[in-house]
């Protein structure tokens, strides 16, 4: 990583867009996806129809803490127009997260590494906010904030492995020692988010609706807020991650700047 060499940086600097038109993007990519998630929002409570709601996995209703869990969900339910996208733009940037660990461990530059930690840092604030929207939910519906039931066990877990990452990050004092064990802790933290989103398929007595179905399909005034709501989260969490690997970028060349004059002045 830290033999990448100044004519690989300069090389790479003249195929990428300038700082300043990759920040564009950026606040573009925000702007828009504020907007949709927006829609979302709006779509979802003043127009978005009542539904009975997504069944349970076995079709079954359950007893939690004294209160009923059935298939009938109403009002509440309009929290999966949030909840949803955000869960789903976490598992993305996590699965980023681990291909750019997978790239850095091939290839060894420092770019990857950056990328890597930067789509941890926006998976893990995504990951928070889908552990609250899920709460309030359940809080409503089930009478309890937290239930160990097999999905939100293993988003649980992952919300930890996520959180163990940035510990061990900072426990590792060699930059190189440091990358090249978060890059291994990244790709087994990426093996969960795919058991966490089909835990509720593979393990038929959970309790948790499975909101995403194929025997289905969602009629025009739901399916609408539902992909706003994706596209939307997915563009803000893409504008961030830019934003914050342009400033870091801009970071590291202040910083090579600053050793090549030391050098010169030694």
């Given at each position: ?49 009542m539904v009975s709601g997504a069944n349970l996995s076995d079709g ?207």
């Amino acid at each position: 990583m830290a033999n990448e060499s100044a004519n690989e940086r300069e090389a790479g600097g003249g195929r990428r867009w300038s700082s300043g038109r990759w920040t564009t993007v950026a606040i573009v990519a925000v702007v828009l996806g504020c907007a949709l998630t927006t829609l979302d929002f709006l779509w979802a409570f003043l127009r978005a129809p009542m539904v009975s709601g997504a069944n349970l996995s076995d079709g079954q209703a359950a007893i939690i803490n004294g209160t009923v869990v059935s298939t009938r969900l109403l009002f509440s339910q309009k929290i999966f127009y949030f909840h949803v996208p955000v869960a789903i733009v976490s598992f993305c940037f996590i699965i980023a997260a681990a291909v750019y660990a997978v790239m850095f461990l091939a290839r060894r530059r420092e770019s990857y590494d950056l990328r890597s930690r930067l789509c941890m840092l926006v998976g893990l604030v995504f990951i928070v906010a889908t552990m609250i929207s899920g709460d309030l939910w359940t809080r409503h519906d089930w009478g309890v904030w937290w239930v160990w039931e097999p999905r939100l066990t293993t988003y649980f877990i992952l919300m930890l492995l996520v959180i163990a990452y940035f510990i061990l990050r900072a426990a590792v004092e060699d930059p190189e020692t440091q990358a090249r064990f978060a890059a291994v802790f990244a790709i087994v933290a990426a093996i969960d988010a795919p058991i966490s989103f089909f835990i509720t398929r593979l393990v038929p007595s959970s309790i948790h609706p499975v909101v995403i179905r194929t025997d289905s399909g969602l009629p025009p005034d739901m399916l609408v807020p539902f992909l706003a709501g994706i596209f939307g989260m997915a563009l803000v969490g893409f504008g961030f991650f830019r934003l914050r690997l342009t400033l870091e970028e801009q970071a590291m060349e202040v910083e090579s700047l600053k050793r090549s004059y030391e050098e010169l002045l030694d």
